[in-house]
T-cell receptor, first 110, second 117 residues
Framework: AQTVTQSQPEMSVQEAETVTLSCTYD???????LFWYKQPPSRQMILVIR??????QNATENRFSVNFQKAAKSFSLKISDSQLGDAAMYFC???????FGKGTRLSVIA | DAGITQSPRHKVTETGTPVTLRCHQT?????MYWYRQDPGHGLRLIHY???????DKGEVSDGYSVSRSKTEDFLLTLESATSSQTSVYFC????????????????FGPGTRLTVL
């Protein structure tokens, strides 16, 4: 069975600084995708970034990037130039099927 | 944003009553999913569908049934609601993946908050 672990229940960051959220996973699949989703207070689940496990290059989306270490089964999210709107719950997930971690609550301090 | 709607968005019901939640998509995606979200658990898969009339169980399927008679609609039914089914329910959709991956990115609906008294 797949498992996803987020070891940081809560994190905080100063506005304009950089923060890294940790995620480790375990899967028996040889091909899979990894995701980070953001859930603001509105409750909507928003895709932040996606990584194909067969690609060595780390995915980036504007201020969001990942550090994907396949051998270590590690998939961390880096948020650069943090903004107040980044405050949310962040979930790491691995497919297939999609298994979620328990989330990290990120606070951004003005 | 993916065209996914859920109805109702909020519902309060009593223990023992049947409840049906509806998920509707306009994206013609093949796969549809129902998750529940509870504090401290993240999202957990209840049931999913890989085509019309093709469904399968997820991690927490006890007490739930689903049906998919059309590509665009996926119904979740609680035959006899219990207080332990108080939760936020999310529908999601996806297409098949590439390069040996069964499923691609899942896109989520806005969620339904269900309270069972």
């Amino acid at each position: 069975a797949q498992t996803v672990t987020q070891s940081q229940p809560e994190m905080s960051v100063q506005e304009a600084e950089t923060v890294t959220l940790s995620c480790t996973y375990d899967t028996s699949e040889s091909d899979y995708y990894l995701f980070w989703y953001k859930q603001p207070p509105s409750r909507q689940m928003i895709l932040v970034i996606r990584q194909e496990a067969y690609k060595q290059q780390n995915a980036t989306e504007n201020r969001f990037s990942v550090n994907f270490q396949k051998a270590a089964k590690s998939f961390s999210l880096k948020i650069s130039d943090s903004q107040l709107g980044d405050a949310a719950m962040y979930f790491c997930a691995c497919n297939t099927p999609l298994v979620f971690g328990k989330g990290t609550r990120l606070s951004v301090i003005a | 944003d993916a065209g996914i709607t859920q109805s109702p968005r909020h519902k309060v019901t009593e223990t023992g009553t049947p409840v049906t939640l509806r998920c509707h998509q306009t994206e013609n995606h093949r796969y549809m999913y129902w998750y529940r979200q509870d504090p401290g658990h993240g999202l957990r898969l209840i049931h999913y569908s890989y085509g019309v009339k093709d469904t399968d169980k997820g991690e927490v399927s006890d007490g739930y049934s689903v049906s998919r008679s059309k590509t665009e609609d996926f119904l979740l039914t609680l035959e006899s609601a219990t207080s332990s089914q108080t939760s936020v329910y999310f529908c999601a959709i996806s297409e098949p993946g590439l390069a040996g991956v069964k499923v691609d990115t899942q896109y989520f609906g806005p969620g339904t908050r269900l309270t069972v008294l």
